[in-house]
């Protein structure tokens, strides 16, 4: 991977990183509220978007550093992955905590009334694990959604 390349993809990565920490400063002291206040409605949701930025991009600053430091930043088509795993995090870390509150997923959140730690917490978890979690994601939609009756071992559409 050329030098320049390996710079913009460092760049990118702390630049979310910090980005999404400043980010959420800014929500929690109202300041984003101040300048836009239909950002209330949404809050909740920015919280879970921007924690899971922050634990994508942790997770990628450290694998991107642990190849560069072993020279192993040689493979082309790696490299699109730090560019979209913390974006894809991003969008997973709200469908993720949404699932779960709404009793899809069973984990059970403490309530504090100074605010949502444990959705935080777990926003950020999914973007940090996000590949793993998409495979759990799958296996459990696999599992509700197959078509093939236990029993018989045949597709439900050939019993009608």
């Known amino acids: ?22 980010a959420v400063g800014m929500l929690f002291t109202g300041y984003i509220e101040e300048r836009f206040p239909f950002i209330s409605e949404i809050e ?6 921007f924690a ?25 088509r790696v490299w699109i992955m730090y560019i979209f795993y913390p974006i894809f995090a991003t969008g997973t870390a709200v469908i993720a905590v949404t699932l779960i509150q709404s009793g899809i997923l069973f984990i059970e959140f403490t309530n504090h009334q100074e605010g949502p730690y444990a959705q935080i ?7 940090f694990g996000f590949n793993r979690f998409l495979d759990k ?13 236990k029993g018989t071992g045949t597709s439900s559409q050939n019993n009608q």
């Open 137 to 149: 994601l799958n296996t459990i939609s696999s599992n509700m959604f197959d078509s093939r009756d």
């Open 52 to 76: 899971g930025a922050i634990g994508g991009s942790l997770r990628h600053l450290y694998m991107f550093c642990s190849h560069y430091i072993k020279d192993n930043l040689n493979n082309y």
């Open 1 to 22: 991977m050329r030098n320049w390349l390996k710079f913009v993809i460092l760049t990118y990565l702390s630049f979310i990183f910090f980005g999404s920490f400043l």
């Open 121 to 127: 917490a777990i926003a950020f978890l999914i973007g």
């Open 44 to 49: 909740l949701f920015l919280y879970y978007f």
